[in-house]
Nanobody
């Protein structure tokens, strides 16, 4: 079991930056950020492995603009979001996935979720 608490959301203008943080009671195999825009399904934004080289994965829509990182001392998962666009608007969720047998896509089978934090980008 892991408890996830997000912070750092807010309202900004297009082109500005925000930094989201997720405080975790513990790290699991993979940590990630998802988002859900109004009227759309939740989608994976960025994921990072907490072991080995700490490989990170990004949805194509955020590559080059968003960066996911871990602070193991503080047990936080951060999402630095630069050059924000109105299309980035949505509720952002922190998620955790335990180690599972077999191969998984970077945004599949996450079982632990935070309550979400709102990000609004205006043009």
């Amino acid at each position: 079991q892991v408890l996830l608490v997000e912070s750092g959301g807010g309202s900004v203008q297009e082109g500005r930056s925000l930094r989201l943080s997720c405080e975790a009671s513990g790290f699991m195999d993979t940590m990630a950020w998802f988002r859900q825009a109004p009227g759309k399904e939740r989608e994976g934004v960025a994921a990072i492995k907490t072991y080995g080289n700490g490989d990170a994965y990004y949805d194509d829509s955020v590559k080059g603009r968003f960066t996911i990182s871990l602070d193991k001392a503080k047990r936080t998962v951060n999402l630095q979001m630069n050059s924000l666009e109105p299309e980035d608007t949505g509720v952002y969720y922190c998620a955790a996935r335990r180690a599972l047998p077999g191969t998984r896509g970077p945004f599949e089978d996450f079982g632990y979720w935070g309550q979400g934090t709102q990000v609004t980008v205006s043009s």
